[in-house]
């Protein structure tokens, strides 16, 4: 190989490197150049693409960060959540101004593109549920789910009379946002939800939201353990990592949504932008169901009726996939830069925390009362319907699986995040709008 083949097949390989599937080189280029310009102070000049390019610099940075730190990754929330404190600590500290923070919500916040995002998000949890699975769900698997969203509102209602907290804002603070499915499909669109009904500052909400969802995923990680402990005590209260009893068809919860064929990921965009002006127009003559409510009402009809081929099942969940990491990153610094460090800090307290533990504990419990009654097993039950629902989505169910020792549950655990999570955004439309 001569010099110039070599020099050559090295400047390949440097451009070509890549981390977490992104091109470095590029990143840099990128991140340098909007620097330079905010430095100048000409960031607002550069439009939504140099606001783009400015959060995704420090988005992604501080997600690698969260990501390369054990102890954060596993309990906290890993770079997602990095990104979100990141951002609000700058903000905090003056390091960027309030006008280019206003400048850079705006460009995500202010003009609901945020909304097309959560749309995809959505969708893909729901339509990547194979109807059969979805439709015996309804009838076996969801009264358990509610059982546990039941419990642990009556539990967190007793602890808020303990430390003082209304029973109001329990159900709509803690318990809502801590069984909302997770971050990216539930704390996010319920802070959207949130704003929409009480006019109120979604940021702010969320910031609350994303620490007690933080508090209460690191307990339901504790209590997978304890849960494992339990049944090994007493073996007639588990099934040893089967939900469902002997004689229970266990055969259509194994099916998945794939396809092996070309994808149409463009026809998806049109499909969401379809959806979503739908649900405006939905919402609009019909405001007392909230606008992710009506998406979630919709996709689930979709879903139940098989109405898309599975070319194009695949290929909405193929782009909200993509949707969510390049975008979503994006979106959580932006909320970051309308938060409060005093007020995030001030809602991790002993207070909260005996809050977290008793909605928790209500998720446990009401979901092992009503387990035998659609034959499955309360520990099963317990840890896929209730932990699996109190954590932060999908990272959250595999920490606290592995924890419990149960892995062979996660399908159950997709549908409590997906379904379950989709349920619990339409109650928080009508008890937004009933208890604040």
Avoid at 11 to 32: C, H, N
Avoid at 337 to 344: A, G, P, S
Wanted: proline share 3%; with cysteine.
């Amino acid at each position: 190989m001569s010099d110039t083949e070599a020099s050559s097949s090295k400047t390949r390989k440097i451009l070509q490197f890549e981390v977490a599937g992104i091109p470095v080189v590029f990143f840099t280029l990128m991140a340098s150049l909007i620097i330079l310009f905010w430095q100048m102070g000409e960031l607002q000049e550069t439009g939504i693409v140099g606001a783009f390019a400015f959060m995704w610099s420090l988005g992604f940075i501080f997600f690698a960060i969260g990501e390369k730190l054990p102890i954060w990754r596993e309990y906290i929330g890993g770079g997602m959540i990095m990104a979100f404190i990141g951002s609000a600590l700058l903000l905090h500290y003056g390091v960027i101004s309030q006008e280019d923070a206003a400048f850079l919500t705006g460009s995500v916040l202010d003009n609901r593109f945020l909304f097309l995002l959560l749309v995809g998000i959505i969708a893909a949890s729901i339509l990547s549920v194979p109807p059969k699975i979805m439709l015996k769900s309804l009838f076996a698997y969801i009264p358990i789910i509610l059982a546990g969203v039941l419990g642990a509102a009556v539990l967190g209602m007793i602890a808020g009379l303990v430390v003082g907290v209304s029973p109001g804002r329990i159900i709509t603070h803690y318990v809502l946002p801590i069984m909302g499915g997770g971050n990216g499909a539930g704390a996010i669109p319920m802070a959207e939800i949130y704003s929409d009904s009480t006019g109120d500052d979604g940021g702010k909400y969320y910031s609350f939201a994303i620490s007690v969802l933080t508090l209460a995923n690191i307990i339901a990680i504790l209590a997978g353990s304890f849960l494992n402990k339990l049944g090994e005590k007493f073996p007639s209260l588990t099934g040893n990592g089967e939900l469902l009893k002997s004689g229970a068809s266990k055969d259509d919860f194994a099916e998945e949504v794939t396809y092996e064929g070309k994808l149409n990921t463009h026809g998806s965009l049109f499909f969401l932008i379809g959806i979503l002006l739908l649900c405006f127009l939905l919402y609009s003559v019909f405001p007392a169901i909230h606008l992710f409510a009506w998406v979630v009402i919709l996709v689930l009809g979709i879903n139940l009726l098989d109405i898309l081929s599975p070319a194009q099942k695949q290929s909405l969940i193929v782009f909200s996939e993509w949707g969510m990491k390049a975008f979503l990153v994006i979106v959580l610094v932006a909320v970051g830069l309308t938060t409060d460090v005093n007020e995030l800090i001030a809602a991790i307290n002993l207070s909260n925390l005996l809050i977290c533990f008793f909605i928790i504990c209500g998720a446990v419990s009401g979901t092992m009362i009503v387990a035998r009654l659609f034959n499955c097993h309360p520990i099963e039950a317990a840890i896929s319907a209730g932990l699996c629902m109190a954590n932060r989505g999908g990272s959250g169910d595999l920490e606290v699986l592995s924890a419990a020792r149960r892995m062979s549950l996660f399908p159950y655990a997709q549908i409590s995040s997906r379904v379950g999570g989709g349920m619990v955004l339409m109650l928080a439309g009508y008890l937004f709008g009933a208890l604040l």
